[in-house]
């Protein structure tokens, strides 16, 4: 496993920062957390990779706040192209 960042998907929407840092920091050392409003996912990164395989293998799959959770590593925002956006003169 590569990397310290976690995604999270499937969160209820009423789940906040707050509530899922307490979640991961019962498996380790919590560094950052973002939930993306209105979107039901945010992210966790851990102090360690062991910490964050050690979170992931313990919540995923799991319930929390009545909806079952999906974690898995955090991939890199893919770049975005403004090929769409181009003028035509």
Known sequence: ME????YVGNLSY???????KE???VH?????????DGKGFGFVEMESQADA????????GTDFKGRTIKIDIARPPKPRSNKNFSKRY
Do not use: P
């Open 23 to 25: 979640l991961f920091a």
């Open 53 to 60: 395989e050690k979170a992931k293998n313990a919540l995923n």
């Open 14 to 20: 009423s789940v906040n920062n707050e509530q899922l």
């Open 28 to 36: 380790g050392e919590v560094k950052e957390v973002n939930v993306i």
């Open 3 to 6: 990397g310290s960042k976690l």
